[in-house]
């Protein structure tokens, strides 16, 4: 398929992750294509939750990685979020890339921000001594928008502010929020992505919500995070567009059983609009869903794409469930798949996601 349109829509421009592989982008992509999953064994004397596996940033602390300043009441999801933000930002010489300034909007996706702050803070109120029960410097971790919000601070963005939550889907609501500043004129460039920590408040969540279908699945945690701009602003600053955002569709399924038909619907509408037939597809990431909420997810693509068989990105299986922050990490493998290929550029990529809550989304890049 041939898109040669004289002005590209919005261009991805650069992004960074902070994964189960590593601190930066090289790691994360040697990782991917390494095949080998990022889960490793944990000490049940260090963490009282009903999983033996997990895909944890290794080594992460917001002390060693931020620094002492500022980092004594963060915790770890806000700390994940502050740091790929940072890495973003920073070019090779560990200066602020150009033409970010601090008009520069941020949007972040989460699921609650961090379970673990919200129940030890609410344990603390009804079990520490009077008069005060809780440490008071810890309540603003337990806001769902934290995160963005410690990220804006600390790295001097003042333009608009949000927090998405949308379970898997939050990557692709981020992504869709951040098109809708820039078409409005709220914002030249936006950063969007999402978060999700690993604790031991999630991993029992999770315990008590999944399905049991589900229940082998590993759970991972990490941020990504990717600048969103226009061509010429990407052209001005001499960085070259890594992918066009072609059109992202969401939908909400209210019955279990439904998931297929509305994630259907939405890949075609998608589709359509942006003039792209099933069989220009050439890379895939799905969410990679357990169970019935997996089998949903094939039988949309499969009712779309029909016999097409696209190139399949991996990720959830390599770094594991990242919940909030799993369909940005996707965004992020595609363009691993696609770096260093001349036979990418120009190549179609469909990225879709399915989350158990009633959310389902799916966004079209084009490929530079």
Not at 31 to 42: D, K, N
Not at 63 to 75: A, P
Not at 115 to 131: G, H, N, V, Y
């Amino acid at each position: 398929m041939e898109v040669s349109p004289a002005v590209r829509g919005p261009l991805i421009s650069a992004w960074s992750v902070v994964s189960p592989f590593g601190m930066d982008v090289s790691a994360f992509g040697n990782g991917l294509r390494s095949g080998t999953a990022a889960a490793t064994a944990l000490d049940p004397e260090e963490w009282k939750v009903p999983f033996e596996n997990a895909c944890l940033v290794k080594g992460f602390s917001n002390r060693e990685v931020l620094g002492r300043k500022g980092t004594r009441s963060m915790d770890r999801v806000t700390g994940l979020a502050v740091a790929a933000v940072g890495r973003l930002l920073q070019d090779a010489d560990g200066e602020r890339i150009s033409g970010v300034g601090q008009d520069a909007a941020l949007v972040l996706g989460t699921s609650t921000g961090s379970a673990q702050s919200i129940m030890d803070f609410t344990r603390d109120s009804l079990t520490q001594e009077k008069p005060f029960f809780v440490d008071p410097m810890r309540f603003p971790n337990t806001v769902m928008n934290c995160a963005a919000g410690q990220s804006a601070i600390w790295h001097q963005l003042k333009g608009p502010n949000t927090t998405i939550a949308g379970g898997r889907a939050s990557g692709l609501l981020a992504l869709n929020y951040a098109l809708r500043l820039k078409k409005s004129g709220h914002a030249r460039t936006v950063l969007f992505g999402a978060v999700e920590e690993f604790s031991s408040a999630r991993a029992w969540l999770e315990w008590h919500t999944r399905g049991q279908d589900e229940s082998d699945a590993v759970l991972g945690e990490g941020a990504a995070v990717l600048l969103l701009e226009s061509g010429e602003v990407a052209e001005e600053h001499g960085r070259d567009g890594l992918a066009e955002v072609l059109g992202l569709e969401c939908g909400v399924y209210h019955e279990a059983g439904t998931e297929a038909t509305v994630l259907a619907d939405c890949v075609r509408r998608v589709l359509e609009r942006t003039g792209v037939r099933p069989d220009d597809v050439r890379y895939l990431s799905h969410s990679q869903a357990a169970g019935a909420r997996g089998a949903a997810e094939q039988d949309a693509l499969a009712d779309v794409l029909g016999n097409h068989q696209p190139e399949l990105v991996r990720c959830a299986d390599l770094i594991g469930d990242t919940h909030a922050a799993a369909a940005a990490f996707q965004i992020a493998a595609v363009l691993v798949a696609a770096e260093g290929r001349e036979d990418a550029k120009g190549q179609i990529a469909l990225i879709t996601s399915v989350d158990r809550d009633g959310v389902v989304g799916c966004a079209v890049l084009r490929l530079c």
